[in-house]
């Protein structure tokens, strides 16, 4: 099971941290990736990480105001938002993909995932 939170209502230059902790597995063994979809619009695959060597990839709209972090000891994943726009607005969820195979960016842009959780809203104002 993974379980997101974090998400909230933030001004528009504000900052969140979501996280996803997961329960029943270690993370450790799956490449880990925060998705978002706002209504009426397309998922995105925001960004990922890598079970084998923590590498990462962003998507060009977070590049360089989204961190994503792991913590293995808490069996949880991080996201840190800086600098949200109101084009950030959606709800956020993190998934796993055991098929470690693949690439981080793979995983982002092709949706590539075996789980998911029950998702995190977050809204910016602008």
């Known amino acids: 099971q993974l379980a997101e939170s974090g998400g909230g209502l933030v001004q528009s230059g504000g900052s969140l941290r979501l996280s996803c902790a997961a329960s029943?597995?270690?993370?450790?063994?799956?490449?880990i990736g925060w998705f978002r979809q706002d209504p009426g619009k397309k998922q995105q695959g925001v960004s990922c990480?890598?079970?084998?060597?923590?590498?990462?990839y962003y998507s060009d709209s977070v590049k360089g105001r989204f961190t994503i972090s792991r913590d293995a000891a808490k069996n949880t994943v991080y996201l840190q938002m800086n600098n949200l726009r109101p084009e950030d607005t959606a709800v956020y969820y993190c998934a796993v993909d055991g098929n470690t195979r693949t690439t981080v960016q793979s995983m982002c842009n092709d949706y590539e995932y075996d789980y998911w959780g029950q998702g995190t809203q977050v809204t910016v104002s602008s």
């Open positions: 029943g597995f270690t993370l450790d063994s799956y490449h």
């Open positions: 990480i890598s079970a084998k060597d923590g590498s990462t």
